[in-house]
Antibody, heavy 119, light 106 residues
Framework: QVQLVQSGAEVKKPGASVKVSCKASGYTFTSYNVHWVRQAPGQGLEWMGV????????SYAQKFQGRVTLTRDTSTSTVYMELSSLRSEDTAVYSC????????????WGQGTLVTVSS | EIVLTQSPATLSLFPGERATLSCRAS??????LGWYQQKPGQAPRLLIYDASNRATGIPARFSGSGSGTDFTLTISSLEPEDFAVYYCQQRSNWYSFGQGTKLEIK
């Protein structure tokens, strides 16, 4: 079965960067796009970007352009999300999600990684 | 950037009632609209994709309709486990989510 396992919680200072990993299993890693979505405490879902694991091509939400980088390692079936110049408003749960076989929409989600930005 | 506006913000209903949730796009998204359910402490669950297709394993009481800028998620008869927050998402022009509708027990 499809599984996405993310790295553990992080605490960062303002201005620092954070890199969250998402290890995939249960399907052909290079066949489906992986999305990143974040959710601030008590708030809604916010789409950040998507990566095509086959060729590494990416698309980012305008809000995060220049601050977020998605990469992948095909040898370990892992996708990475790096967010730089962190500020307190970036405190949120960051989740990866892979598109479903039949739908093409983000259907399988990781468990989420809490990133706390605090001085 | 396409903005999705969901209404109402909160919907209070009894189990067994019919729920109708709305999602309006700032410009046409054709049929590239999905609906998600999220319960506290859980990841979102894909319910509907491409406006009207039920995702794998989703009960028939969930249905979606609409195209262009106006979309509806209907739950025909609410079960206790349906009370949650619902989000719409578009993928016509990159991706974006609506702000959510909280469906609560009356």
């Amino acid at each position: 079965q499809v599984q996405l396992v993310q790295s553990g919680a992080e605490v960062k200072k303002p201005g620092a960067s954070v890199k969250v990993s998402c290890k995939a299993s249960g399907y052909t890693f290079t066949s489906y796009n992986v999305h990143w979505v974040r959710q601030a405490p008590g708030q809604g879902l916010e789409w950040m970007g998507v990566i095509n694991p086959s060729d590494g091509s990416t698309s980012y939400a305008q809000k995060f352009q220049g601050r977020v980088t998605l990469t992948r390692d095909t040898s370990t079936s892992t996708v990475y999300m790096e967010l730089s110049s962190l500020r307190s408003e970036d405190t949120a749960v960051y989740s990866c999600a892979v598109e479903g076989y039949s739908s093409g929409w983000p259907a399988y989600w990781g468990q989420g990684t809490l990133v706390t930005v605090s001085s | 950037e396409i903005v999705l506006t969901q209404s109402p913000a909160t919907l209070s209903l009894f189990p067994g009632e019919r729920a109708t949730l709305s999602c309006r796009a700032s410009q046409s998204v054709s049929s590239y609209l999905g609906w998600y359910q999220q319960k506290p402490g859980q990841a979102p669950r894909l319910l509907i994709y491409d406006a009207s297709n039920r995702a794998t394993g989703i009960p028939a009481r969930f249905s979606g309709s609409g195209s262009g800028t106006d979309f509806t998620l209907t739950i025909s008869s609410l079960e206790p486990e349906d009370f949650a927050v619902y989000y719409c998402q578009q993928r016509s022009n990159w991706y974006s989510f609506g702000q959510g509708t909280k469906l609560e027990i009356k």
